[in-house]
């Protein structure tokens, strides 16, 4: 998780969007940690707040299915902040990370949001909270307390920039990481706040009076997360992975001329945009993940460039698809995707793909991550670079894990 997390922070300091955020941020929040890519140095609060909006930039960040979003997204930051600073241990990184991603999963599993809404930015400040708390040597009753701070100012945020192409959104984590670093301060300094907020908060905000049902905690369900082998929003990888599978049975994908796509219902509430401008709304687009992995045989990075959104192969494919709702998916509270092609001879090829590499019964093996982590990171601070930001990661090398950018 920390490896995979770390590889899309740096992949995502490659944008200059991210590198101007991060420079701009600098002259509020100066400091001496180096992001690559940014000349000026920042604080760790600062550093941490640029490397997850970095993290999400590609949309090739961990998950967790239960909690309908990313519980490391605002917490695997502060940890690398911290470790950057050289304030913590690998091994305090680790325990940090394990416990604000525990608090932010049961928080997303409770806090069901509301059409219009977007997951990131909300909850996950519950889980930075208690992280940001433990990096700063506080006990469980530090961490509770942080939590409790944030429960009773918990924000939400809109979808509206990405259905509009915009990538304000990505600044939403951020908002998190700054939040669960506040509110670690104030718990710290003994501040505290009622231990009913979180409900209270559910029931003004969503009109969720019922008592939350949530994991009891006799497991980690970071053992439950997914890390992505696709760059996109989750929902769309089993529509990608079924259109490479039908890539390799239509042979031809020029004599495609309509594609059909039945998946379950939160995938087409999340991710129906379609013929999107920018990559943002590209990203949650299912009828673009398919175009994508049509025409390029995967779906990663390079599907959300400039090159790629001008493509006509893929416009023509994207405009092709149809998306409908597979009932028996959505009633079954499962996830999965079946893609028909129907070709210029009459024939209808079908595939389907009902689980992919990250699901819970089909982990993406360490191989897999270590290989995504210099495919990402490698473009950015070069191979030997992203090698030994890899081995600090994973291993504990004494190697830089945020190397200066190439």
Same mark, same amino acid.
């Given at each position: 998780?920390?490896?995979?997390?770390?590889?899309?922070?740096?992949?995502? &300091?490659?944008?200059? *969007?991210?590198?101007?955020?991060?420079?701009?941020?600098?002259?509020?929040?100066?400091?001496?940690?180096?992001?690559?890519?940014?000349?000026?140095?920042?604080?760790?609060?600062? =550093?941490?707040?640029?490397?997850?909006?970095?993290?999400?930039?590609? %949309?090739?960040?961990?998950?967790?299915?239960?909690?309908?979003?990313?519980?490391?997204?605002?917490?695997?930051?502060?940890?690398?902040?911290?470790?950057?600073?050289?304030?913590? $241990?690998? =091994?305090?990184?680790?325990?940090?990370? #394990?416990?604000?991603?525990?608090?932010?999963? *049961?928080?997303?599993?409770?806090?069901?949001?509301?059409?219009?809404?977007?997951?990131? !930015? +909300?909850?996950?400040?519950?889980?930075?909270?208690?992280?940001?708390?433990?990096?700063?040597? !506080?006990?469980?009753?530090?961490?509770? *307390?942080?939590?409790?701070?944030?429960?009773?100012?918990?924000?939400? =945020?809109?979808?509206?920039?990405?259905?509009?192409?915009?990538?304000?959104?990505?600044?939403?984590?951020?908002?998190?990481?700054?939040? /669960?670093? &506040?509110?670690?301060? +104030?718990?710290?300094?003994?501040?505290?706040?009622?231990?009913? /907020?979180?409900?209270?908060?559910?029931?003004?905000?969503?009109?969720?009076?019922?008592?939350?049902?949530?994991?009891?905690?006799?497991?980690?369900?970071?053992?439950?997360?997914?890390?992505?082998?696709?760059?996109?929003?989750?929902?769309?990888?089993? @529509?990608?992975?079924?259109?490479?599978?039908?890539?390799?049975?239509? /042979?031809?994908?020029?004599?495609?001329?309509?594609?059909?796509?039945?998946?379950?219902?939160?995938?087409? *509430?999340?991710?129906?945009?379609?013929?999107?401008?920018?990559?943002?709304?590209?990203?949650?687009?299912?009828?673009? @993940?398919?175009?994508?992995? &049509?025409?390029?045989?995967?779906?990663?990075?390079?599907?959300?460039?400039? +090159?790629?959104?001008?493509?006509?192969?893929?416009?023509?494919?994207?405009?092709?698809? $149809? &998306?409908? %709702?597979?009932?028996?998916? $959505?009633?079954?509270?499962?996830?999965?995707?079946?893609?028909?092609?129907?070709?210029?001879?009459?024939? #209808?090829?079908?595939?389907?793909?009902?689980?992919?590499?990250?699901?819970?019964?089909?982990?993406?093996?360490?191989?897999?991550?270590?290989?995504?982590?210099?495919?990402?990171? /490698?473009?950015?601070?070069?191979?030997?670079?992203?090698?030994? #930001?890899?081995?600090?990661?994973?291993?504990?090398?004494?190697?830089?894990?945020?190397?200066?950018?190439?």
């Amino acid at each position: 998780m920390l490896a995979d997390s770390l590889g899309c922070m740096i992949a995502g &300091l490659g944008h200059a *969007r991210v590198r101007g955020f991060g420079a701009a941020l600098a002259s509020a929040m100066p400091g001496a940690i180096r992001l690559p890519g940014i000349a000026p140095g920042l604080s760790r609060a600062g =550093a941490a707040a640029v490397l997850a909006s970095a993290m999400c930039w590609d %949309e090739a960040n961990e998950g967790l299915a239960r909690a309908h979003g990313r519980p490391g997204l605002a917490v695997a930051p502060l940890v690398i902040a911290a470790l950057a600073k050289g304030a913590v $241990t690998l =091994a305090q990184a680790r325990a940090a990370l #394990a416990l604000g991603y525990e608090v932010g999963a *049961r928080a997303g599993e409770a806090w069901r949001i509301r059409p219009g809404m977007h997951v990131d !930015g +909300s909850w996950h400040a519950l889980g930075a909270a208690a992280a940001a708390a433990r990096l700063a040597g !506080g006990d469980p009753d530090a961490a509770a *307390r942080a939590v409790r701070l944030v429960a009773c100012q918990l924000p939400f =945020a809109l979808y509206a920039p990405i259905a509009a192409g915009m990538d304000g959104r990505n600044t939403y984590p951020a908002h998190a990481v700054l939040l /669960g670093t &506040l509110a670690a301060a +104030s718990a710290m300094a003994g501040m505290d706040a009622p231990e009913d /907020g979180f409900a209270e908060a559910r029931a003004l905000a969503l009109g969720l009076d019922a008592p939350a049902r949530v994991a009891e905690c006799d497991r980690f369900l970071i053992e439950e997360a997914y890390l992505k082998p696709f760059a996109g929003v989750r929902h769309a990888h089993y @529509a990608a992975a079924a259109a490479l599978a039908l890539r390799d049975a239509v /042979g031809d994908i020029a004599q495609i001329r309509a594609l059909t796509l039945a998946t379950y219902g939160e995938a087409l *509430r999340y991710a129906a945009n379609r013929a999107p401008a920018q990559a943002i709304s590209a990203q949650f687009s299912l009828s673009w @993940a398919i175009a994508a992995a &049509l025409v390029q045989g995967d779906l990663g990075p390079a599907a959300y460039t400039d +090159s790629a959104l001008a493509d006509p192969l893929l416009r023509r494919l994207e405009a092709a698809v $149809t &998306l409908v %709702e597979d009932v028996a998916l $959505t009633q079954a509270g499962r996830r999965g995707a079946t893609l028909t092609a129907h070709l210029a001879d009459g024939r #209808a090829i079908a595939a389907e793909a009902m689980r992919v590499p990250g699901d819970a019964e089909l982990p993406l093996e360490e191989e897999a991550v270590r290989a995504k982590f210099l495919r990402y990171a /490698g473009p950015v601070v070069g191979d030997a670079a992203a090698r030994g #930001a890899l081995a600090a990661a994973l291993d504990g090398a004494d190697a830089p894990l945020l190397p200066p950018a190439t």
